[in-house]
Nanobody, 122 residues
Framework: QEQLVESGGGPVQAGGSLRLSCAAF???????MGWFRQAPGKEREGVAI???????DYLASVKGRFTISRDYAERTLNLHMTNLQPEDTARYYC?????????????????WGQGTQVTVAA
């Protein structure tokens, strides 16, 4: 069964760092993959994407603070988050896109993880 399993969320103080990981089980991890987040009362938004060629794109508010990376051998997708702010508080979801080549965060997602909560205290 295809699934994505996130880990690494938790509480952190403003200015701190967290590293999220997503393990891909029984799914082709050569496709474009990304991270989304959803805060209470807000729509889900694409935070970062990486395609099969290494193209990356980020939400403007996280550029310079978040870094997306992938390890094909380990079948993992990572998101290193630094200088976290209270507005980064959200549930973060790993996603696998239909396309191998898209570097557009708004492209159609085929598979979602269950999410991991990140809470940043002021």
């Amino acid at each position: 069964q295809e699934q994505l399993v996130e880990s690494g969320g938790g509480p952190v103080q403003a200015g701190g760092s967290l590293r999220l990981s997503c393990a891909a089980f029984d799914t082709d991890n050569a496709f474009s993959m990304g991270w989304f987040r959803q805060a209470p009362g807000k729509e889900r938004e694409g935070v970062a994407i990486i395609n099969s060629s290494g193209c990356k794109d980020y939400l403007a508010s996280v550029k310079g603070r978040f870094t997306i990376s992938r390890d094909y051998a380990e079948r993992t997708l990572n998101l290193h988050m630094t200088n976290l702010q209270p507005e980064d508080t959200a549930r973060y979801y790993c996603a696998r896109y239909y396309s191998r080549f898209t570097c557009d965060r708004s492209s159609q997602v085929k598979l979602w993880g269950q999410g991991t909560q990140v809470t940043v205290a002021a």
